[in-house]
């Protein structure tokens, strides 16, 4: 059989040289450059990765065109209608979705590993109460590796098994006593007899001793209406493919660190606003506009190639169509409109933004849709979480997929350390 190939041709030394192209399971083709820099004494060039594969995977596939994206196959419509999160993190871990019993047997272990060794409590004090909560996060994230140095020689599964469901059942913990440490209140520890979801919930907003009364934001109680909202949000941030904060996932992984601090660092790049960080940016834009009048002006702002005013929430490297998460926030937020009082003038803000971008020639012709940030920021306002909580709750998501992916790094024999050239322009 004819091998599919590409022959590249040097037009200034007439030098052909052939590639191999590789056929995924799903996606385009891909061309096996490996061997480029010892053919042709030349580099290729792609920074910010926009044609490069970095990696094989069978963990998430996304078709930016198709505005598709499916977790081990499965489509995450599917997933975000039939199964919570801890389903999810039980199909990305183990590439099929768990019998009654193994789910049964997943979430004890998830809910009796959530505590935080007494050392690693004490951490939280040394940071100002003004910290943003990522960088606590991140930093309480490196601080678990130190309890943990038998995570960076494993080979056994059932060690893997053992060091992802740690720092899945602890990230929530984490990021509640980080929050809490910023309002200077005392931590609430994890519930055992609460689900993952609402045992999150729980450690945000409980007054100590769990009583959930009296609690800041009026609720007597967590509503179940709410741990759906926030259980489809972390299932919809479980994996997201080669992202960027992935992609500085494998790359420590790379260099033979420890899971933990692959993770912290994955925490540190999803802070940003191009990534992970939109979110925040979001809700503080949609506050900065003010009211529906001043939309139309800030739209234009934003289509001034002159100004770097950039419209948060809009825009993917990859959904060039729509982002599918989005859509199914959008579907989810029309539906808990009334019971989550989304009613609210940032809402008609969102709502006026969206219209008018979904519209304009600028935002059309670029294919800048909302994107899962955009529906994120406005769900957690209506949940009454605040502004500095909504990226630590995508790392809360996706930290299932960054370990996965951190796995499937390290059982990959043909992988190598990351280290890319570059175009040299100086003296
Ligand atoms: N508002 C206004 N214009 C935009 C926006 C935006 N949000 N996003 C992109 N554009 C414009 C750019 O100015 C550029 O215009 P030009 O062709 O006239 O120069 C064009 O669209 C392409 O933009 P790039 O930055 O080249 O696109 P890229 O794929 O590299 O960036 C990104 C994608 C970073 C998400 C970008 O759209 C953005 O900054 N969006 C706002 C931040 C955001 O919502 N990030 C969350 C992403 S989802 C996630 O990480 C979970």
């Not at 130190?146 to 984490?174: V, W």
């Amino acid at each position: 059989m004819k091998k599919n190939t590409m022959t590249l041709t040097n037009n200034m030394t007439g030098d052909s040289y052939e590639y191999n192209i590789l056929e995924g399971t799903r996606g385009p083709s891909v061309l096996d450059v490996r061997t480029f820099f010892a053919d042709t004494g030349m580099f290729t060039y792609d920074p910010g990765f926009t044609s490069t594969s970095a990696c094989e995977s069978t963990v998430t596939f996304i078709d930016g065109g198709k505005g598709e994206l499916r977790y081990r196959g499965i489509a995450i419509e599917d997933l975000a209608k039939n199964n919570t999160y801890l389903e999810t993190c039980f199909l990305l871990l183990n590439k099929r979705l768990p019998s009654k019993e193994e789910l049964y047997a997943f979430d004890l272990e998830i809910r009796h590993r959530s505590f935080l060794h007494e050392g690693l409590r004490h951490l939280f004090n040394a940071f100002p109460d003004n910290a943003h909560p990522m960088a606590t996060l991140s930093a309480a994230v490196t601080a678990l590796s130190t309890f943990y140095n038998d995570h960076i020689e494993m080979n056994k599964e059932e060690e893997f098994l053992e060091m992802s469901h740690r720092i899945i059942s602890k990230m929530p913990t984490i990021a509640a006593f980080a929050y809490r440490h910023s309002l200077g209140i005392p931590f609430i520890q994890p519930d055992i007899d609460l689900g993952f979801t609402k045992n999150f919930l729980t450690m945000m907003r409980a007054y100590p001793g769990g009583k959930m009364h009296l609690c800041p934001n009026g609720h007597e109680e967590i509503k179940n209406v709410e741990v759906r909202a926030l259980d489809t949000i972390f299932t919809l941030h479980a994996d997201h493919e080669q992202n960027a904060s992935t992609t500085v996932v494998r790359g420590v992984a790379s260099t033979g660190a420890h899971p933990y601090v692959a993770i912290s660092s994955g925490i540190s790049a999803l802070w940003g606003r191009a990534h992970g960080g939109a979110n925040e940016s979001v809700i503080a834009q949609l506050e900065y506009i003010g009211s529906v009048e001043n939309v139309e002006a800030f739209i234009q702002r934003a289509k001034d190639p002159d100004d770097d005013f950039r419209l948060m929430g809009f825009g993917h490297r990859v959904y060039k169509n729509f982002d599918p998460r989005a859509k199914i926030l959008k579907s989810l937020q029309d539906e808990l409109r009334e019971e989550l009082n989304l009613d609210t003038e940032l809402m008609a803000i969102a709502r006026k933004i969206e219209e008018i971008a979904l519209n304009d020639d600028y935002f059309v012709s670029r294919n800048l849709y909302p994107n899962i940030d955009f529906y994120t920021g406005i769900i957690l306002t209506a949940l009454q979480i605040p502004k500095s909580m909504f990226t630590p709750i995508f790392v809360i998501g996706r930290t299932v997929g960054w370990i996965t992916q951190w796995i499937e790094f390290k059982k990959d024999k043909t992988s190598k350390i990351a280290r890319p050239r570059q175009l040299y322009l100086g003296d």
